[in-house]
């Protein structure tokens, strides 16, 4: 209980004692909450030759608990989980996030960037989820630029996902020509995601002229992303472009980082099975009501939209497919065993 050690300190220690005190507290990340450790995961026979798989995520103290489940489950299902490369993408400082990882995970092989949130502060506009608007969520755009040039290609996941199958059958796709793989969904209402201006516009809805396919829906919370083709396509500056449009001539869109994805990609994506994206588990951006999957197979659950299942579970008002996810969950509870620690 590291809070209270610090009052008990303070109430003995001289002045420099408790300047040192509270900021090396708040350095070493006193309020991240603590988690268990994972069990080592270790390749099976065969993975010699298995392919090194790249994956991306962001890291940060509000879905940190996501983002630990989606590892393990990642490493649970896999057959060759010390192939598993994680690029973490965290705002600083990350140095309490890497500890945290590096204590759950011992043996996991991982990098954490650190992203300039000026890059995109200034290209945010408000949305209808707060939580859409931190900068953090526009750090897949900017995947190609923070990894090293050897990642060619790379699994984008977003924090409040499990993945239940192995990670190496969506690593595997042929990509073909494409830049970006992910499951397309065109019995969404795709003229939705665009507000009446940007519809009336004479000049932006051609943005979507000559695409390979009708322009269609497309979640951008699991994404294969040819790292080569983005950089040499300058992908990067596509989205900002549009981020730049939305931000001072004209409000296009009303949700975050996801309309720039669409308005670059829509019609253009090599098309991955729907198991690998079975979202909208956390209900909609404004209530968080329940949900259920989608009909077919289950490779990927995602709890995108406003409820996450670690906020329902923990206000014992879980939906019923919250419980799909709390097997991954390695928050450290109250009274939990540390088997590490004596007995008090
Ligand atoms: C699709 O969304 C637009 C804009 O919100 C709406 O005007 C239109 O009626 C919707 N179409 C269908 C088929 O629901």
Known sequence: MPGRHLAALTLVAPAWLIAVACCTNHLTGGDLPAFREAPAFRNGRGCADAPTINIAMTLDATYLRGSLAGVLSILQHTSCPENVIFHF???S?????????AASFPSLSFR????????VRGKISSSVRRALDQPLNYARIYLADLLPRSVRRVIYFDSDLVVVDDVARLWGIDLGHHVLGAPEYCHANFTAYFT???WS???FPRAFDGRERRACYFNTGVMVMDLEKWRAGGYTRRLEGWMEIQKKAARIYELGSLPPFLLVFAGEVK?????????????????GLCRNLHPGPVSL???????KPWLRLDAGRPCQLDGLWKPYDLLRRRGDRDPFAADV
Do not use: C, M
């Not at 400082?93 to 990882?101: E, G, K």
């Not at 098309?271 to 209530?287: A, T």
């Open 301 to 307: 659950l995602h709890w995108s939209g406003k409820g």
């Open 112 to 119: 954490i960037y650190r992203f300039d949130s000026a890059l």
């Open 271 to 287: 098309r991955v099975g729907h198991r690998w994206n079975q979202h909208g588990l956390g209900g909609d951006n404004v209530e």
């Open 201 to 203: 516009d004479p000049d």
């Open 89 to 91: 993408v965290a705002t």
């Open 93 to 101: 400082p990350f140095h309490p996030l890497r500890r945290t990882v």
């Open 196 to 198: 009446d201006r940007f």
